[in-house]
T-cell receptor, first 110, second 115 residues
Framework: SQQGEEDPQALSIQEGENATMNCSYK?????LQWYRQNSGRGLVHLIL?????REKHSGRLRVTLDTSKKSSSLLITASRAADTASYFC??????????FGAGTTVTVRA | GAGVSQSPSNKVTEKGKDVELRCDPI?????LYWYRQRLGQGLEFLIY????????KSGLPSDRFSAERTGESVSTLTIQRTQQEDSAVYLC?????????????FGPGTRLTVL
């Protein structure tokens, strides 16, 4: 079953704008990861945030984690057409398995 | 190659036929995962291999699904007597080891269509 749930399901923004998507999960986690998927194919790892971290940055990406609310957000700043993709959060419990949400589809308009 | 590779990239088959999907993980990665992704949905965990340990098959949806891995290299996912609901993209991923702090590297997937 999917633990992470992304919100919104779809997002359309203008190039240069920021895109924010959220992920909520149900059980305690060790870490939360965000992945990007282009054209329904392989996923690319973007960033991992550990349960004892609250915020992490990587280039134009900013991830926050609020374990009290069991939620995370992914912010993409100054979006580009190449950011058009589906974004998934993945959570783990005490084992090696990742549980993926259904994803947020982001469309960046030129 | 440096990444995870999968073959074939696309497979169209008739209902009732068997199919075999192949995954070549990144060299040196001891952990290998298979996922299924139906259209517009997230990834469903199918099976996990870690070194020479017994695989975790808890995600396999039915006994028509099976997978093997030779040592720490190639893995094959076999679906017997395919059904239309098996149509999906099958993704393989590998990581350095089973620790969940390890990033999973994904292959491009095999798109399976069962007519």
């Amino acid at each position: 079953s999917q633990q992470g749930e992304e919100d919104p399901q779809a997002l359309s923004i203008q190039e240069g704008e920021n895109a924010t998507m959220n992920c909520s999960y149900k059980t305690s986690i060790n870490n939360l990861q965000w992945y990007r998927q282009n054209s329904g194919r392989g996923l690319v790892h973007l960033i991992l945030i550990r349960s004892n971290e609250r915020e992490k940055h990587s280039g134009r990406l900013r991830v926050t984690l609020d374990t009290s609310k069991k939620s995370s957000s992914l912010l993409i700043t100054a979006s580009r057409a190449a950011d058009t993709a589906s974004y998934f959060c993945a959570t783990d419990g005490n084992d090696y398995k990742l549980s993926f949400g259904a994803g947020t589809t982001v469309t960046v308009r030129a | 190659g440096a990444g995870v590779s999968q073959s074939p990239s696309n497979k169209v088959t008739e209902k009732g036929k068997d199919v075999e999907l192949r995954c070549d993980p990144i060299s040196g990665h001891t952990a290998l995962y298979w996922y299924r992704q139906r259209l517009g949905q997230g990834l469903e965990f199918l099976i996990y291999f870690q070194g020479n340990s017994a695989p975790d098959k808890s995600g396999l949806p039915s006994d028509r699904f099976s997978a093997e891995r030779t040592g720490e290299s190639v893995s094959t996912l076999t679906i017997q007597r395919t059904q239309q609901e098996d149509s999906a993209v099958y993704l393989c991923a590998s990581s350095l080891d089973q620790g969940s702090y390890n990033e999973q590297f994904f292959g491009p997937g095999t798109r399976l269509t069962v007519l």
